[in-house]
């Protein structure tokens, strides 16, 4: 992840802050929770929460004592910022290389930790539809090496995903890509 943005943001906590609010900007927490998931004082997220919520990057509510953060969705940087970090993580080069040489991709989730913006090192992918495993094998090896990242796949067919989906609905997962109805 440090590639792109390191050169940019010399902060590893803001990076950090970054891919986990515009990634899947879908979630919110806390300050606690971002320390102990970063490993990191609570200070010095804080200094770095209150410094994207002053540039209105990132807004707060407060819930009783707590202050929850999430993403400005309404922020004029907002979609290039959630570009930004996709590319960062590889996930627009497996998808881009899945659609463009690998079958009848329908769907394609993110699920688990990188759906909810944790950075682990290890992308988990649903794909829906007929997919060359072989060569999806292959792509998936190649990007792994590039975006520095494990990946790993879960390939179904449409009915398949139907029996799975009351399964999945307890797990974080976003919408990667998805075929036009022709």
């Known amino acids: 992840m440090e590639n792109l943005f390191s050169g940019l943001i010399s ?12 990634f899947n900007p879908e979630t919110s927490s806390y300050l606690r929770e971002l320390a102990k998931e970063f490993n990191v004082s609570t200070n010095s997220v804080r200094e770095e929460l209150n410094q994207l919520t002053q540039t209105s990057l990132l807004k707060s509510q407060k819930n009783g004592r707590q202050i929850k953060y999430m993403a400005n969705r309404k922020h004029p940087l907002f979609p290039e910022l959630k570009a930004m970090v996709s590319k960062v993580m590889g996930i627009d080069q497996v998808i881009d290389g899945i659609v463009n040489r690998l079958g009848h991709l329908e769907k394609a989730f993110l699920i688990d930790d990188y759906a909810e913006g944790k950075d682990t090192g290890i992308l988990d992918l649903l794909l829906v539809g007929d997919i060359d495993q072989y060569h999806l094998n292959d792509l998936s090896r190649k990007t792994e090496q590039y975006i520095k990242r494990k990946i790993r796949l879960l390939v179904v067919s449409s009915d398949e995903y139907k029996e799975l989906l009351p399964k999945l609905r307890d ?12």
């Open 11 to 22: 902060s590893k906590t803001r990076i950090k802050l970054l891919t986990r609010f515009f």
């Open 171 to 182: 797990r974080p997962r976003v919408l990667l890509w998805e075929a036009k109805e022709e």
